[in-house]
C-alpha cells in the first residue's frame, strides 16, 4: 500500500496529542471490551453461588459457542473499522461508507444463521464442547436460551468496533454498560428469587444482549463520519473482501479459543477422569480460569482495539512516527496491567476462586494450580497482542494473522494434547504459558522485521 501525507484538515487523529487520543479512545474501550468480557463471568459468579460447580461447568461447554459467534463478528467488525479509518485518511468517504454498511448487513445475516443453526445442533454441540453426563443436562437449559440471544449478541459485538472507529467510543460504552449492569441486576432475581437456575442466569444475559444491540442499532443513522444510503447495505463482493481480510487475525484469535476450548474440556474430561480430580472439576476450574483471563486479555485488547483508528488513520495519512509513538504507549501501560494481573494470580488466587462458590479441597486444590500454572507468563502476553493489532490496523493482515494462527492453533492446541500423555490432566495447564512464551518469541521477531518497513 502506498502511503503519502495528506492535509489533515484538523482532524484530531492527525493532529492531537497522542496520549490524549489514548485516553479518549482507549478507556471507553477497555471498558466497552472489559464489560462485554463480564457477560459469562458474572453468570457463572451467581451459578457458582445459587446452582454449584455443576452449573458452572455447563457455562464451560456452552462458552465455545458464544465465542464462535463473537469470532464471526469480530471478523466483520474489526475488520470493517480498520477500512473505516483507513479510508477516512485517505479521504475516501464514499469507500468508507460502503465498508459500514456492507458489515451492517453482514452481522444480520450471520446471527441468523447462527441462531437457527445452534438450536437444531445445540445437544452434538454440547457433547464436542466436552459435556458429561452429570453436566449435561445444565447445559442444554442454558444454551438453549443463550442460542435464541446469539442474533443480539453478534449485533453487539460487531458494531462496537465501528461506533468507535467513527469516533464515539463513550456511545459504545454506555450500550454495554447498559447490557451487563441489566444482567448484573437480574441475574440474581431470577437465580435466587425466582428460583429459575441457569435458565435465570441464561435469560439476564439474553435480555441484556437484547438492550444493548437496540443501542448499536440506534447509532446507525448517526455516523458523523460518513454518509449512509440505502445502496451502501447492499453487499459488495470486493469491499466485503478486503473488510474480511482485515478482519481475518481477529476471527482466528477467536476461532482459535473455540478449538482451543474443544481440545481442552475433552482432555480434561479425559484425563482428569484418570486422577484425583475426577472429569467435572478440572473442566469447570479451568473455565473459571479463562473466563477471568478473559477480564485480563480485554483490557489490552480493548486498549489496542481502542487505538485503532491511530493507527489507520495515521498510517493512512503518512505520519508513520505518530503510528509508532502510539504502539509504544500503549505497549508501555499493557505490560504494567499484566503484571499487576500476574501478582494477584500467583499470590491471591483463592480470592478469586472464592467468588465462584465454596467447594471441596480437591476442588480449590485443582484451581489454585490452574491460575498459578495457566497464567504464568502473563506480563510477556501484551506484546503479541498489541502487535496483532498493529499489523490489522495498518492494513498487513497476512502478518496478523500469521502471528494469530501459529499462537492459538501450533503452539497451544498442539501441547494441550501432547503434554498430558506425559504429565496428566496438569499438562493441560502448561501448554498455555509454554504458548505464550513461543507466541512473544514470533511477535519480536516479526516485530523487529517489519519495524523499519512501517
Same mark, same amino acid.
Request: glycine share 10%; charged share 10%; aromatic share 10%.
Given at each position: 500500500?502506498?502511503?503519502?501525507?495528506?492535509?489533515?484538515?484538523?482532524?484530531?487523529?492527525?493532529?492531537?496529542?497522542?496520549?490524549?487520543?489514548?485516553?479518549?479512545?482507549?478507556?471507553?474501550?477497555?471498558?466497552?471490551?472489559?464489560?462485554?468480557?463480564?457477560?459469562?463471568?458474572?453468570?457463572?459468579?451467581?451459578?457458582?453461588? +445459587? &446452582? =454449584?460447580?455443576?452449573?458452572?461447568?455447563?457455562?464451560?461447554?456452552?462458552?465455545? $459457542? !458464544? %465465542? *464462535?459467534?463473537?469470532?464471526?463478528?469480530?471478523?466483520?467488525?474489526?475488520?470493517?473499522?480498520?477500512?473505516?479509518?483507513?479510508?477516512?485518511?485517505?479521504?475516501?468517504?464514499?469507500?468508507?461508507?460502503? +465498508? &459500514? =454498511?456492507?458489515?451492517?448487513?453482514?452481522?444480520?445475516?450471520?446471527?441468523?444463521? $447462527? !441462531? %437457527? *443453526?445452534?438450536?437444531?445442533?445445540?445437544?452434538?454441540?454440547?457433547?464436542?464442547?466436552?459435556?458429561?453426563?452429570?453436566?449435561?443436562?445444565?447445559?442444554?437449559?442454558?444454551?438453549?436460551?443463550?442460542?435464541?440471544?446469539?442474533?443480539?449478541?453478534?449485533?453487539?459485538?460487531?458494531?462496537?468496533?465501528?461506533?468507535?472507529?467513527?469516533?464515539?467510543?463513550?456511545?459504545?460504552?454506555?450500550?454495554?454498560?447498559?447490557?451487563?449492569?441489566?444482567?448484573?441486576?437480574?441475574?440474581?432475581?431470577?437465580?435466587?428469587?425466582?428460583?429459575?437456575?441457569?435458565?435465570?442466569?441464561?435469560?439476564?444475559?439474553?435480555?441484556?444482549?437484547?438492550?444493548?444491540?437496540?443501542?448499536?442499532?440506534?447509532?446507525?443513522?448517526?455516523?458523523?463520519?460518513?454518509?449512509?444510503?440505502?445502496?451502501?447495505?447492499?453487499?459488495?463482493?470486493?469491499?466485503?473482501?478486503?473488510?474480511?481480510?482485515?478482519?481475518?487475525?481477529?476471527?482466528?484469535?477467536?476461532?482459535?479459543?473455540?478449538?482451543?476450548?474443544?481440545?481442552?474440556?475433552?482432555?480434561?474430561?479425559?484425563?482428569?477422569?484418570?486422577?484425583?480430580?475426577?472429569?467435572?472439576?478440572?473442566?469447570?476450574?479451568?473455565?473459571?480460569?479463562?473466563?477471568?483471563?478473559?477480564?485480563?486479555?480485554?483490557?489490552?485488547?480493548?486498549?489496542?482495539?481502542?487505538?485503532?483508528?491511530?493507527?489507520?488513520?495515521?498510517?493512512?495519512?503518512?505520519?508513520?512516527?505518530?503510528?509508532?509513538?502510539?504502539?509504544?504507549?500503549?505497549?508501555?501501560?499493557?505490560?504494567?496491567?499484566?503484571?499487576?494481573?500476574?501478582?494477584?494470580?500467583?499470590?491471591?488466587?483463592?480470592?478469586?476462586?472464592?467468588?465462584?462458590?465454596?467447594?471441596?479441597?480437591?476442588?480449590?486444590?485443582?484451581?489454585?494450580?490452574?491460575?498459578?500454572?495457566?497464567?504464568?507468563?502473563?506480563?510477556?502476553?501484551?506484546?503479541?497482542?498489541?502487535?496483532?493489532?498493529?499489523?490489522?490496523?495498518?492494513?498487513?493482515?497476512?502478518?496478523?494473522?500469521?502471528?494469530?494462527?501459529?499462537?492459538?492453533?501450533?503452539?497451544?492446541?498442539?501441547?494441550?494434547?501432547?503434554?498430558?500423555?506425559?504429565?496428566?490432566?496438569?499438562?493441560?495447564?502448561?501448554?498455555?504459558?509454554?504458548?505464550?512464551?513461543?507466541?512473544?518469541?514470533?511477535?519480536?521477531?516479526?516485530?523487529?522485521?517489519?519495524?523499519?518497513?512501517?
Amino acid at each position: 500500500m502506498a502511503v503519502t501525507n495528506v492535509n489533515q484538515g484538523g482532524n484530531p487523529l492527525g493532529t492531537e496529542k497522542i496520549g490524549k487520543l489514548i485516553v479518549a479512545f482507549g478507556i471507553p474501550s477497555v471498558i466497552s471490551q472489559v464489560v462485554n468480557a463480564l457477560y459469562n463471568i458474572v453468570d457463572q459468579i451467581f451459578i457458582g453461588q +445459587g &446452582v =454449584g460447580y455443576l452449573g458452572n461447568g455447563a457455562t464451560s461447554v456452552i462458552m465455545p $459457542l !458464544t %465465542v *464462535l459467534a463473537m469470532a464471526l463478528a469480530l471478523l466483520i467488525d474489526q475488520g470493517a473499522a480498520s477500512y473505516l479509518s483507513l479510508k477516512l485518511g485517505e479521504r475516501d468517504e464514499e469507500s468508507a461508507a460502503k +465498508g &459500514v =454498511g456492507n458489515a451492517i448487513t453482514m452481522l444480520l445475516i450471520i446471527g441468523v444463521v $447462527l !441462531t %437457527v *443453526l445452534f438450536n437444531i445442533f445445540l445437544r452434538p454441540l454440547c457433547v464436542l464442547f466436552g459435556a458429561t453426563a452429570d453436566n449435561l443436562p445444565y447445559a442444554l437449559d442454558y444454551g438453549r436460551i443463550i442460542s435464541c440471544g446469539i442474533l443480539f449478541f453478534t449485533i453487539d459485538s460487531g458494531m462496537s468496533g465501528l461506533i468507535r472507529a467513527d469516533g464515539s467510543p463513550k456511545y459504545s460504552m454506555v450500550g454495554l454498560l447498559v447490557g451487563c449492569i441489566t444482567n448484573i441486576i437480574l441475574d440474581p432475581i431470577f437465580i435466587f428469587v425466582c428460583h429459575w437456575g441457569v435458565k435465570g442466569a441464561a435469560w439476564a444475559t439474553v435480555i441484556g444482549q437484547i438492550l444493548n444491540a437496540i443501542v448499536c442499532v440506534a447509532y446507525i443513522g448517526k455516523f458523523k463520519s460518513i454518509k449512509l444510503n440505502k445502496s451502501h447495505f447492499i453487499l459488495h463482493g470486493k469491499t466485503l473482501w478486503k473488510i474480511c481480510s482485515m478482519g481475518t487475525s481477529s476471527f482466528i484469535t477467536q476461532i482459535s479459543i473455540v478449538i482451543v476450548m474443544a481440545v481442552s474440556n475433552n482432555v480434561l474430561v479425559y484425563y482428569g477422569a484418570q486422577s484425583i480430580y475426577g472429569s467435572d472439576i478440572p473442566l469447570t476450574t479451568l473455565g473459571i480460569v479463562m473466563k477471568v483471563n478473559m477480564i485480563v486479555t480485554a483490557f489490552v485488547m480493548g486498549l489496542s482495539t481502542g487505538v485503532q483508528p491511530i493507527f489507520g488513520y495515521n498510517y493512512g495519512s503518512g505520519q508513520i512516527d505518530r503510528v509508532k509513538k502510539t504502539f509504544r504507549f500503549v505497549l508501555t501501560i499493557a505490560t504494567v496491567f499484566l503484571i499487576l494481573a500476574f501478582l494477584v494470580f500467583q499470590f491471591a488466587p483463592m480470592s478469586i476462586v472464592r467468588l465462584f462458590g465454596s467447594e471441596s479441597d480437591l476442588y480449590n486444590e485443582f484451581a489454585v494450580k490452574c491460575f498459578r500454572i495457566y497464567l504464568l507468563v502473563i506480563p510477556i502476553n501484551g506484546l503479541q497482542m498489541v502487535t496483532r493489532i498493529l499489523f490489522q490496523s495498518i492494513g498487513k493482515a497476512g502478518q496478523a494473522t500469521l502471528l494469530s494462527l501459529a499462537r492459538q492453533i501450533v503452539f497451544l492446541v498442539i501441547p494441550t494434547i501432547l503434554l498430558p500423555m506425559f504429565i496428566g490432566v496438569e499438562g493441560a495447564l502448561w501448554a498455555s504459558p509454554l504458548a505464550e512464551t513461543m507466541a512473544f518469541i514470533m511477535a519480536l521477531v516479526m516485530l523487529k522485521m517489519y519495524w523499519k518497513k512501517i
